[in-house]
């Protein structure tokens, strides 16, 4: 069945903001990318400003890439994840490209992850959270080439890592099995790389910090890869 996402903006839609319209799109589906595209062009006169590509998922976390059943069970792990946190993302921007060349602003953020960095993976010494961690790694390599395509037309795009933030509470449900699992391979992996972690942050502050980022960030910055804090600190 397929999924509505709608559905589950309950919180945006109780804002009741007359300048917040909701539209639906699975970002693996760049039909309905460009259909969400088209509807955003009548809605502000074929211009936007900025581009948020926050959607990503994470599929087994506790698994290594050699604890999968079977070499199609990994594999298929492996295209997921790079369905949704990798392709998404070019499907996304492609679709909405044609407005930020008209928009003033030309402004791309895309929600990245400290699990991408080489250098935390190899701290943290945890071969858990693979597939993601690989997608991650993936979009980093998507966000710089947009960034050397378009610099030259005044376009900032940034991959920042959000920070460990507990989103369960904002969703209003427990943590899920894969949260929990990953909640658990952090906290071991973050003793070992980041042992000054002092706990999850909450989304406000995330969103603050990732906003003050992208607002201040410059085209001569662009392409980079950082952190909620600016840096390669990750957590
Ligand atoms: N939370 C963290 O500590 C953390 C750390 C590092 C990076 N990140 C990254 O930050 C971003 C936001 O994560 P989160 O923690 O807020 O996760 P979340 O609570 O699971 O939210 C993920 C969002 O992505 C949407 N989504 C998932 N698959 C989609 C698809 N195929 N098409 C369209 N939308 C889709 C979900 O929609 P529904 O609500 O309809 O399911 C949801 O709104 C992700 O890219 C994640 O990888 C988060």
């Given amino acids: 069945m397929m999924k509505t996402f ?33 509807e955003v062009a009548k809605a502000t006169n074929n211009k936007l400003d900025y581009l948020i590509n926050n959607a990503g998922s994470s599929t087994n976390p506790g698994l290594t890439l050699d604890q999968f059943p079977s ?69 980093n390599m998507v966000v710089a080439k947009y960034a050397a395509q378009f610099k030259a037309d005044g376009f900032v795009f940034l991959a920042i890592s959000p920070g460990i933030v507990d989103v369960a509470a904002t969703r209003g449900s427990e943590p899920t099995a894969g949260e929990l699992e990953e909640f658990k391979m952090l906290s071991k992996a973050v003793g070992k790389a980041a042992p000054d972690f002092k706990g999850p942050i909450t989304p406000e502050e995330s969103v603050k910090m990732q906003l003050e980022l992208l607002n201040r960030w410059t085209v001569e910055e662009t392409g980079a890869f950082v952190s909620h804090l600016g840096n390669k600190q990750w957590m």
Avoid: W
């Fill in 71 to 139: 070499p199609m069970a990994v594999e298929k792990d492996l295209i997921d994840n790079f369905k949704i946190n990798t392709i998404g993302v070019v499907h996304s921007t492609n679709a909405f490209l044609p407005l930020l060349k008209n928009g003033s602003d030309k402004r791309v953020l895309i929600l990245s992850s400290g699990l991408g960095d080489l250098d935390f993976t190899l701290a943290a010494e945890t071969g858990a959270q693979a597939s993601y961690s690989i997608a991650k790694a993936a979009v």
């Fill in 6 to 38: 709608k559905a589950t903006a309950t919180r945006l839609e109780a804002l009741s903001r007359n300048n917040v319209k909701i539209l639906e799109a699975d970002v693996t589906d760049a039909k309905a990318l460009s259909l969400a595209a088209v």
